[in-house]
């Protein structure tokens, strides 16, 4: 059993970096190059270090609190790093795309990226792959409506009205995910309920309290903000006129927030426990839409700017197909390694269309 505080190793190295980068992130911007990179991949890299983190914590409690408040629990964490980020990135330069290139891309990351690793990962270890349908469906059913109300119908809303229509989206979205959490936790819990346990490794070996996870989560995203203020300087600064994509932040904030997912999914479809994965993909997503959008829309409001949320004809697109494939693929109770290739050929002309600066 390792010892709790060397668990925390990469938390005390991110301070450390912390230190670092705001110590020398003047001079990286001064003289580009190495100094620049170098900065921003440890920065970057301690991020995802503690991100991680934040995803063993979340997991323990997954352990202690069972479903579906594990992977509640799990999601809520990865929103919460990716909402901290996007927060201080649109601090920095002026971005205001930045905010839906992120949730779209989050939205590829989570149903295409998860769904299609898992999916390929439990098909070709156990052939077939089941969950309980009704959490599929009734993730569907809200995050169709959320993404309507939030991503497509603002591309019709005229400057005029935007505010008014801001309110309504952002009062709507806070009653969907309150009444969602509501019915996902007591009358229909069954729904997103499976029978295996969490995770066969225990993760609670230390049995320590369960206030003392909450509060180094609490603090390890405190960590993420700090770190970020860092990154969105470096980044701005290496960014200028690279030719890089111009979406590539919003991949990276999208990347961050949910590679501990990824890793989670993938454990879990290992195990043949796919009720987890269907959670964690469609749960993140849900998540992402109605959690971020209404921060964001509150940002808007108050500093009286209008953040672009409608999606471009690219963007739509690709959603579409998407929603298409998660309808068509998750209709049975069951996944294979088939429907796993067709959402992974969907991310990978996704990240393509980024890499070509089409996205």
Known sequence: MRHPIKSEIPVFVALAILGAGIALEH????HGGVLLWGLLGLVLASIIGVAFRISHHAEVLAVRWGEPYGTLILTIAAVSVEVVILIVLLQGAPNPTLA??????????????????????????????????DSANSFMAMLIVAIGIGMFIPD????????????FSVGTMVLMYAAFLRLQTVEHRSFFEHVSSVDDEAHDSAHSPSWLHVATMVGAIVLVGLLSE?????????????????????????????SPEILT??????????????????????????????VIEAIALT??????????????????????????????GSTNAIEGVSHLALFCAFAGLVAIGLL
């Open 100 to 133: 839906r290139d992120t949730v779209f891309a989050a939205l590829m990351l989570d149903i295409n990226g998860i769904l299609g690793i898992a999916a390929i990962i439990g098909g070709l270890k156990h052939g077939r792959s089941r969950y309980n349908l």
């Open 156 to 167: 019709f809303v005229p400057d005029q009205h935007w505010k008014a229509y801001s309110l």
């Open 230 to 258: 860092v990154l969105s300087v470096l980044l701005d600064a290496g960014l200028a006129g690279s030719g890089l994509p111009r979406s590539l932040p919003a991949v990276l904030v999208a990347l961050l927030s949910a």
């Open 265 to 294: 999914a993938a454990r879990a479809a290992a195990a043949n426990r796919m009720q987890t994965t269907v959670n964690i993909a469609l749960g993140a997503s849900l998540a992402t839409v109605l959690l971020t959008l209404p």
């Open 303 to 332: 500093s009286g700017e209008r953040i672009i949320m409608a999606l471009t004809p690219m963007q739509g697109g690709m959603l579409l197909l998407t929603m298409l494939a998660v309808m068509n693929n998750l209709h049975n």
């Open 27 to 30: 001079s990286a911007v001064d």
